[in-house]
């Protein structure tokens, strides 16, 4: 009922910054809150922000605060992420995901699920 597709992802030195875009779309995807999570091979797919569309409610998670930023452009039906002072360990993929009802940093609160874009940051 819900598609999402991430993109902006991308190569960028230590200290760089990127903007990620999630595109949403079906009937429904306005009923949800929107997060995004990072997953590296081998471990825990990892909470990183969530947002509601109207722009409220907005939760970093401690790795992150002060240097990334979550927005809603609802014009566009889009959600983006922006990520300032990048370091290595923020390398990753990065997942779109609309859900969030109960405990906004677990994945088994999200309903839907983007396909993914890789984020990697040199040293």
């Known amino acids: 009922q819900v598609q999402l597709v991430e993109s902006g992802g991308g190569l960028v030195q230590a200290g760089g910054s990127l903007r990620l875009s999630c595109a949403a779309s079906g009937r429904t995807f306005r009923n949800y809150f929107m997060g995004w999570f990072r997953q590296v091979p081998g471990k825990e797919r990892e909470f990183v922000s969530r947002i509601r569309w109207s722009g409220i409610s907005t939760v970093y998670a401690d790795s992150v605060k002060g240097r990334f930023t979550i927005s809603t452009d609802n014009a566009k039906n889009t959600v983006y992420l922006q990520m300032n002072s990048l370091k290595p360990e923020d390398t990753a993929v990065y997942y779109c995901?609309?859900?969030?009802?109960?405990?906004?940093?677990?994945?088994?609160?999200?309903?839907?699920w983007g396909q993914g874009t890789q984020v990697t940051v040199s040293s």
């Open positions: 995901a609309a859900g969030g009802y109960y405990n906004h940093n677990e994945v088994g609160s999200y309903d839907y």
